[in-house]
């Protein structure tokens, strides 16, 4: 009995957050901005990348960032310093973002720039492997880390964000020679969970591997061919190829 009440309970939760992340996404789409969801286990490693990916993208594409954090507001300033606009969020007792949050955060990036002027929105998501990936807040797509410290076996031991996400960045792979783990062996077992999903190995601090996680987002915000010659009314495009990505 007890179960079966918890589980009603889930249900009208994630209907209701359901219903709060359409609402986001048709901010989304209206302003025509792409917007990401980035998850992950607490330090795999999403600021580091959101910096790398910031200093790359910032002179092609505008982006804002709505940073996620229990408490502080520590990512929000080291992405404020890549001097893009950035909203933080504070959840709290929450372990993770939900719609609800990000709504409040959109509307506080309208106080700081024009949506309108914004081509990508970054959601930091709070570090927690399992429930962000349940907690829909408008993005387009969900992007997952594993860093190569957390063990071949997590996307077994932990499917729901794997199976969610539509990309898979492979962390710290500049750490690999000196642990015992198998990339070969972590993308299996990734792929056992989603055989669709885009892997890409990367480190942010050496740069090994970012060239095609910047060409996934470039194609993600539907700039992936000529981004120089790419129109700027060209708002519904965007939106359209993104769903095919
Ligand atoms: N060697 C190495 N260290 C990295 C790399 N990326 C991040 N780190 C380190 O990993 C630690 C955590 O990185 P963050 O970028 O803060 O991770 P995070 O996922 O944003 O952490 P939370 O927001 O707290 O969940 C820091 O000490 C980083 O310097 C990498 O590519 N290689
Ligand atoms: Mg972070
Ligand atoms: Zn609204
Ligand atoms: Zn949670």
Known sequence: MHQTFDAALEMNLLHANQAGADHNRE?????????LNVMSSPG??????????????????????????MTTELDADRLRRC????VAINTGRSCHLDARMVSGGI???KALVDPQTIDLVVVENVGNLVCPAEFEVGEHAKVALLSVTE??????????M?????????????????LEVDLDRIMANVRQINPEVAIFPV?????????DWLNWVRQATGRSIQPATTQPGDRGDRVATLATV
């Not at 795999?44 to 996620?68: N, R």
């Not at 001097?83 to 950035?86: A, K, L, Q, W």
């Not at 969610?164 to 492979?170: K, S």
């Not at 480190?203 to 060239?211: F, I, P, R, V, Y």
């Open 44 to 69: 795999a490693g999403k600021t580091s990348l959101l910096e790398a990916t910031l200093s790359a993208l910032q002179s092609e594409l505008a982006i804002a960032v709505i940073e996620g954090d």
């Open 83 to 86: 001097g893009v606009p950035v």
């Open 27 to 35: 901010h989304f789409d209206e302003w025509g901005i792409t917007c």
């Open 162 to 178: 794997f199976r969610e996400a539509d990309c898979l960045l492979i962390t710290k792979t500049d750490l690999a020679p000196y």
């Open 151 to 160: 063990g071949e076996d997590k996307p077994l031991k932990y499917p729901v």
């Open 107 to 109: 509307h506080q990036l």
């Open 203 to 211: 480190s942010a601090k050496t740069g090994e591997g970012l060239a």
